[in-house]
């Protein structure tokens, strides 16, 4: 696969579901390390705020058509304790009914959050019609405190289709997660999926989009629906700079967001 046409569809970094977003022709092996910022707010169905901000430290190796990631999170949670931020879903723990009024204290929790690994097999690419197929198998481990995460292991299979049109690459993601429950909040196995293109203006330029969608995971949790606005740039010689901006359509999803993610290549 061209370095350019993994650099557009893999450019999602920050969803943390897809490889990164430089790679390799196919017989080098190569080392990419990456540090972002990404911050996101909404009130998840419940009266109040939530503020959450990650600073995602990532690993990727990639040996011929295979890769393997790994991410690890430093997480900060402000709000009142009704919200999980680590993992795949952030959570609306759920409160018991009380005829007592409760006041909330607002208060932030931080730490290490949930570390992911995941490995991708490219079982097609096509340079000539700038096409492929990714399967991916990802572990959430529940590293972070039950504070900022269940505490419980995730586990997810999902694959990626894409194929270039001119300028264009629209592409298709479906996967399944089996969700690990806790005592706090029981969750449910989902289907998750999106839909998208990027648009490329040179060889180290590009921009795209992606609307993704979720089963809600608990009659406690909305679905997931957010729209991801996304640009990638090729700043130096193997250093390359991923922004993205997230505005949320359900009460699973945060109401707004940004991000950033710097890699290089070794």
């Known amino acids: 696969m061209k370095r350019q046409t993994k650099?557009?569809?893999g450019a999602l970094a920050a969803t943390l579901d897809l490889v990164s977003g430089v790679t390799h022709a196919e017989e080098e092996s190569l080392w990419t390390l990456g540090a972002g910022y990404e911050s996101s707010s909404g009130k998840y169905g419940t009266t109040s705020t939530t503020d959450i901000v990650t600073i995602p430290v990532t690993a990727l190796y990639?040996?011929?058509?295979?890769?393997?990631?790994?991410?690890?999170?430093?997480?900060?949670?402000?709000?009142?304790?009704?919200?999980?931020?680590?993992?795949?879903?952030?959570?609306?723990r759920g409160t018991t009914t009380t005829t007592t009024t409760v006041t909330k204290t607002?208060?932030?929790?931080?730490?290490?959050?949930d570390v992911v690994t995941m490995l991708t097999y490219n079982v097609y690419a096509d340079d000539e019609s700038?096409?492929?197929?990714?399967?991916?198998?990802?572990?959430?481990?529940?590293?972070?405190?039950?504070?900022?995460?269940?505490?419980?292991?995730?586990?997810?299979?999902?694959?990626?289709?894409?194929?270039?049109?001119?300028?264009?690459?629209?592409?298709?993601?479906?996967?399944?997660?089996?969700l690990g429950s806790s005592?706090?909040?029981?969750?449910?196995n989902v289907y998750y999926g999106s839909l998208g293109s990027s648009y490329s203006f040179s060889e180290k330029a590009s921009i795209g989009a992606e609307y993704k969608y979720a089963q809600?995971?608990?009659?406690?949790?909305?679905?997931?629906?957010?729209?991801?606005?996304?640009?990638?740039?090729?700043?130096?010689?193997?250093?390359?700079?991923h922004g993205y901006l997230l505005k949320g359509y359900s009460a699973g999803s945060p109401d707004s967001g940004y991000g950033l993610m710097l890699s290089v290549v070794f």
């Open 7 to 9: 650099m557009i569809v």
């Open 62 to 92: 990639e040996a011929g058509p295979w890769s393997l990631k790994l991410t690890v999170p430093y997480l900060q949670i402000t709000g009142e304790g009704e919200v999980i931020g680590s993992g795949t879903y952030r959570g609306w």
């Open 106 to 113: 607002r208060t932030t929790q931080s730490g290490l959050g």
């Open 130 to 178: 700038n096409s492929g197929l990714d399967l991916s198998g990802r572990i959430k481990f529940g590293t972070a405190s039950t504070a900022l995460g269940t505490g419980e292991n995730d586990y997810a299979v999902q694959f990626v289709a894409y194929r270039g049109v001119g300028d264009f690459t629209p592409f298709i993601k479906a996967g399944y997660e089996m």
């Open 183 to 188: 005592a706090q909040l029981q969750l449910n």
């Open 216 to 241: 809600k995971a608990s009659a406690t949790i909305a679905d997931q629906r957010e729209l991801n606005l996304y640009a990638d740039f090729q700043i130096g010689t193997d250093v390359y700079l």
